[in-house]
């Protein structure tokens, strides 16, 4: 169950952030998971062999080209503890139905097992990202301590009231063509925030919220379980239009005191890529804390 303080971030910023009790048992073994999935020729004891070439489920190539960052899905998605780390567990269900409400379903398959590896010399720029596939919230799950720098997830906070209006309707999960324009328009007007934590951090996030994963600069590896979670009838809702209320359909409501987390729309507020550049290199620098 989340506190209200969690729930009007969900609402204003587009996610919060709980702490659940893993047995170190299962992270470890989830870990170990997420090892028996990569290339022979990392050795896991030996970072100087974490260069070049990598294989995952979405494609073959350098790990700096890729930015550190792997995903398993195929092999391991539909695997049952995972499954049980998910979708059987009471505070990670909890907290969930507490945003999605009691409709809420369990699963047959995770988004897997997203590890992030160091690659300190990758640039500084940050594109936030946009997912086009069903799901209602996702949970970014760290297996491990993240640092700030160490690859954390991170946000635009507010986002979701922007990027929303890069879909036909609230539950239909085709990009449309503006989708580039409301990107830059969120980017100027939204705080970026990385959300590191400690291992057991769950960070639920709104599925119009603008994100990326973020460049490890540590020496040790990122280790998260993603998992998407809907209501049992979101997907007869694909075709539905927006309507005026942003909620609807959620057991969640804006309150009056609740604020857009993002900066008015001003005249002249644009967003260059020098500046972005810059602000992302503050933000980089910034400490922000869960
Ligand atoms: O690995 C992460 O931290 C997030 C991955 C992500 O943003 C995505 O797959 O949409």
């Known amino acids: 169950m989340l506190s209200e303080v969690q729930k009007s971030s969900f609402v204003d910023k587009g996610y919060c952030t709980v702490q659940i009790d893993l047995d170190a048992k299962w992270t470890n073994w989830a870990i170990d998971l997420t090892w028996s999935q990569i290339d022979s020729h990392f050795d896991r004891d030996d970072p100087k062999t974490w260069v070049g070439e990598i294989e995952d489920d979405c494609r073959s190539a350098t790990l700096a080209k890729r930015r550190g960052r792997l995903k398993f899905k195929d092999n391991v998605f539909r695997h049952p503890e995972l499954i049980r780390m998910m979708y059987g567990n009471g505070p990670v269900m909890s907290a969930v139905r507490s945003v999605i409400g009691e409709r809420c379903v ?45 690859g954390a997830f991170s946000v635009w906070e507010g986002s ?98 609740s604020g857009h987390a993002y900066e008015p729309e001003a005249p002249g507020l644009t967003a260059s890529p020098a500046k972005r550049t810059r602000r992302n290199k503050e933000l980089e620098q910034a400490s922000v804390s869960i």
Request: glycine letters at 6%; one cysteine or more.
């Open 160 to 257: 979701h009231y922007i990027m929303a209006k890069a879909f036909a309707g609230r539950a239909s999960y085709k990009l449309l063509d503006n989708v580039e324009a409301l990107r830059l328009e969120a980017e100027a007007r939204c705080r970026h925030v990385m959300l590191p934590g400690p291992r057991g951090t769950l960070v639920l996030w709104h599925h119009r919220l603008l994100h990326t994963p973020t460049t490890n600069r540590t020496d040790k590896i990122r280790y998260a379980l993603l998992a998407d979670y809907y209501r049992d009838d979101w997907l007869d809702q694909v075709d539905e239009p927006h309507t005026d209320n942003f909620w609807e359909g959620w057991p969640l409501s804006a309150t009056p005191s």
């Open 106 to 150: 369990g699963r047959h398959a995770t988004r897997g097992l997203y590890p992030i590896f160091p690659t300190p010399q990758s640039s500084d720029t940050i594109k936030g990202g946009m997912d086009a596939h069903p799901f209602q919230v996702n949970a970014v799950l760290y297996l491990d301590d993240v640092a700030e720098d160490g």
